[in-house]
């Protein structure tokens, strides 16, 4: 009996590219077998929604979610997996940077038993030296927090067995990083290494706010080393706090220096210290209070040829 394979799309104001997109997708996946393309609407506010309904009413193979707005993309990627019915699931964004046809090559590595093949960009062709640099720096910082390791340069393009959307499928955090959920479940997995192209058309909607959003996310789903750094700091700083202070009060009292300065830019500093403490500490407990909230992490509005 054959395979059959999900292929998972989100997609956010790409009505300049949706149309291509499925155009590839569906000429690389007719050449596979049995397959289905989900496309998650995700509160697209152009024309893209309008788009994917012409599109499924000719082509029953695809189907749509739309959501009742904007929710995010790792959300619009979970709401897919939760609806995938494939022995495999591809997850691809819409803008082509991510080429379709290395599937085929993917699929390949699952069928001799990779449970996880995910996407290693050798090259980033029509991408900022900023966003390089912070895709860059990214994974070595998460690492070095000693979080899950999680393979670097790559995304949320991959090929995942049915066992492992099952295992992402339990997974309730609603702050999701998913490239990190699906290493920490430590099936076996390997890289397909491709160049990734620039975007097919339009402009990229993934702006500063939300990388530094999905950065977050992940360094405080993987690692609560951050939480040891005030104590940490803590400790180097007394010592020398006080060594500082018997030092102030000596050359004080010998008429050598005025220490109040000084001490009231200790002061400034350690406040800030305080507050910076308390930022992360504050960010950790808000994911906690959205997590007992137990609000669902994404509505949808509308379905089609689910």
């Known amino acids: ?47 893209t929604f309008n788009i994917l309904k012409s599109i499924a009413k000719e082509d029953k193979a695809v189907k749509v979610l739309s959501f009742s707005r904007n929710f995010g993309h790792q959300e619009a990627v979970s709401a897919g997996l939760e609806y995938a019915s494939g022995d495999a699931v591809i997850i691809i964004d819409a803008d082509l940077q991510d080429p379709p046809e290395a599937i085929p090559h993917m699929i390949k590595m699952w069928q001799k038993g990779t449970d996880i093949v995910y996407g290693k960009r050798e090259k980033r062709k029509g991408e900022t030296f900023l966003k390089k640099f912070t895709a860059w720096g990214f994974y ?15 995304g949320d393009f991959r090929l995942i067995d049915r066992k492992v959307v099952n295992q992402l499928k339990n997974m309730p955090e609603k702050n999701r990083f998913l490239r990190g959920m699906s290493a920490w479940t430590g099936f076996s997995q390997e890289p397909y290494i491709y160049v990734r192209d620039e975007r097919a058309a339009g402009k990229t909607k993934y702006n500063l706010k939300k990388m530094a959003k999905l950065a977050g996310d992940g360094i405080t789903s993987f690692s609560n080393r951050p939480l040891k750094i005030p104590i940490v700091t803590g400790c180097i700083m007394m010592p020398l706090s006080l060594a500082y202070l018997i030092v102030s009060i000596v050359l004080n009292a010998v008429n050598i220096w005025d220490s109040m300065h000084i001490i009231f830019s200790v002061l400034f500093l350690m406040v800030s210290l305080i507050f910076i403490f308390l930022g992360i500490m504050g960010i950790y407990i808000g994911r906690i209070f959205d997590e007992v909230k137990g609000r669902p992490t994404y509505i949808i509005d509308e379905l089609i040829n689910i």
């Open 140 to 154: 070595r910082f998460l690492n070095a927090l000693g979080a899950q390791k999680i393979p670097r340069d790559t």
């Open 1 to 47: 009996m054959g395979c059959k394979y999900s292929v998972v799309v989100p997609a956010f104001n790409e009505e300049e590219v949706i149309e291509m997109s499925y155009e590839r997708l569906s000429d690389v996946m007719k050449e596979i077998g049995d397959y289905e393309i989900i496309f998650i609407n995700d509160g697209s506010r152009d024309n």
